[in-house]
Each structure stands twice: as C-alpha cells, then as structure tokens.
C-alpha cells in the first residue's frame, strides 16, 4: 500500500526523539523516497540511491503517526476479513463454472462494446481479478465469481475495454465509462471485496 510520496527536501532531525522501527530498505534510480506498509504489518522504504540513511530514519520518524494508523487499520481489515478453505478438487469446479459463466458474460459485453476477445481463459491468480494480452486473450481468476454480480461486470467491461486500448490512459477509462457509466464506484468496492475474502486452496 502507497501512501506518501514526497519530494526530496531538508527536514528537521528527530534523531534521538524516537526510537527507531524496523524496516526494510529498498534503494533504487528513483527520486522520491516513499513509504509502504506491507500486509503483514512490516515497514518498506524506498529511497534513490545516494539518499542518507540518517535522512531516512528522519522521514519515518516524521510519519510514525501515519505507519501506526495504517498498521492498526489493516490489522482490523484482517480481523473481518472471511478465508475461506477450499479443496483442489473444488477449485477444479469453480474453475469449470468460472469459464461458462464469464465466457456468457464475455460475449453479453463484447455484442454491446463491440469488442471480441481471442481467447476467454480462467487461472487461479491471487491478486488479480482478470488481464489481457496483446493477442487479444483475456484471463480471470476463478475467485472472480465470488464477487457481487455488479463487480463481475466491472472487470468484464474492464478487461474487453483493453481490446481496444492496452493501457489504463484516460480513453481507456472512456472506453469503460461508455458501457459502465458508475464504473468508478464499482471499482471501489471491488478494491473493498479483495481485502473482505480471501480463498486459500488446500
Ligand atoms: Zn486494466
């Protein structure tokens, strides 16, 4: 999870204020130092190559109210989050649903966006909902049809709009808009439905 990015200036030293925390750091050819809370609570900082380590330590000292409201917010999430286990041989037919079901829901949108995919495939990713290649295959993960109908058609909609646009500039999300004019609600709550279930196959 991003959440400051800021540009390289001179701060104030809060060296010998507050104890130091544990972290991870990431150098890298970028230009801004930026902070990330990871999923389990562990702190990453990415920071331009030749950045100070004293200068660092200053800018998480600067945002430890922040790194601590973000901690405790993820760790509520991880407390009403739903895991659910299920067998290889379930996800073997949830895949199989999975297929019928979106490749029904594939050409539904591709007759109203007139856009038609190669290929309409299902794996079993984690992190995400559905892609699309340059030869025009698009792929969703199973865990997809566990979703609210509304955030189904969302990634649909969203994925056959790369047929015509392989990117995320702003006539893809015009693309998207014209067959899904709330389709930024949508995405949002989709963002909430990742971090309230999770599938882990056993
Ligand atoms: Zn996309």
Request: aromatic fraction near 10%.
């Amino acid at each position: 999870m991003l959440v400051r990015k800021i540009p390289l200036r001179r701060m104030p030293s809060l060296s010998n204020m507050v104890k130091m925390m544990d972290y991870n750091l990431v150098r890298s050819k970028r230009k801004t130092l930026a902070l990330y809370v990871r999923q389990d609570g562990s702190l990453e900082v990415r920071a331009p190559l030749k950045t100070s380590k004293g200068y660092i330590e200053d800018f998480i000292k600067q945002k430890q109210d922040w790194i601590t409201a973000t901690r405790s917010k993820l760790s509520d999430r991880q407390e009403t989050k739903k895991t659910v286990q299920i067998s290889a041989a379930d996800a073997a037919r949830y895949k199989k649903q999975a297929k019928e079901y979106l490749q029904l829901k594939c050409r539904y949108y591709s007759e109203l966006m007139g856009l038609r995919p190669s290929a309409v495939r299902i794996n079993s990713a984690k992190t995400r909902w559905g892609s699309c290649n340059g030869k025009g295959e698009i792929n969703f993960t199973f865990r997809l049809i566990f979703a609210p109908e509304e955030l189904i058609d969302y990634v649909v909609v969203h994925e056959l709009a790369h047929l015509k646009e392989m990117n995320h500039s702003s006539s893809f999300w015009a693309v998207v808009e014209q067959t899904m004019p709330d389709y930024r609600e949508r995405r949002k709550r989709l963002r909430e439905h990742q971090h309230q279930f999770e599938f882990i196959v056993t």
